[in-house]
């Protein structure tokens, strides 16, 4: 039996013991280590340093558009003319009369021709002009992200009514066009 605490000798062994002279010659003697075994210096323990490494920053530019108006009301016209700046000159002329008789002039209308502003979305588009109207002129003038159900038909959104509808170079040409136009765009 083994017993690690002295005080327990007593509750253990209801005898007295005592130690003999003999016994104490033994315990006298102090008994030497086997091989001395050099002292360790232990290293202090340093955490690596966790370098720090800025995060980018992702800034997006702002895409700006050409466009012609003042965007006063809110009214976007898309067009496609690679060989003009903005409209064919008679093409804008009709534009420019068919708002007349809705009582809008060029200050209250932003005109874009998405073939002059390669690459712009719808998502852009309304980021910038926050239409709340948007009329697109053409097949060719629907931008990317633009999802058009109705040909020719009133389409709203939560919070923008679109309209896509013939081109002018369609209209010139077709009298079926201009009334189909005309049609529509009058209650737009």
Do not use: C
């Amino acid at each position: 039996m083994k017993v690690e605490n002295p005080a327990a000798f007593r509750f253990i062994m209801q005898d007295d013991v005592y130690l003999l002279n003999a016994d104490k010659l033994s315990l006298a003697e102090t008994p030497q280590p086997v091989a001395d075994i050099p002292a360790i210096e232990a290293e202090p323990v340093t955490e690596p340093v966790a370098v720090q490494i800025p995060e980018p920053v992702i800034k997006t530019q702002k895409t700006t558009f050409n466009y012609l108006g003042k965007n006063q009301k809110q009214f976007l016209v898309l067009a496609f003319y690679p060989a003009h700046d903005v409209m064919h000159e008679g093409h804008f002329t009709a534009l420019e009369s068919t708002f007349k008789r809705k009582e809008l002039g060029i200050d209250d209308i932003a005109i874009v021709n998405l073939a002059q502003n390669e690459g712009a979305t719808f998502e852009q588009l309304t980021a910038q002009f926050s239409p709340k109207k948007v009329l697109v002129l053409g097949q060719d003038a629907v931008p990317p992200g633009l999802q058009i159900t109705a040909f020719n038909q009133l389409q709203t959104t939560s919070t923008i009514a679109i309209l896509q509808t013939f081109s002018f170079g369609e209209m010139m040409t077709s009298n079926d066009n201009k009334k189909a136009f005309w049609d529509q765009v009058k209650n737009f």
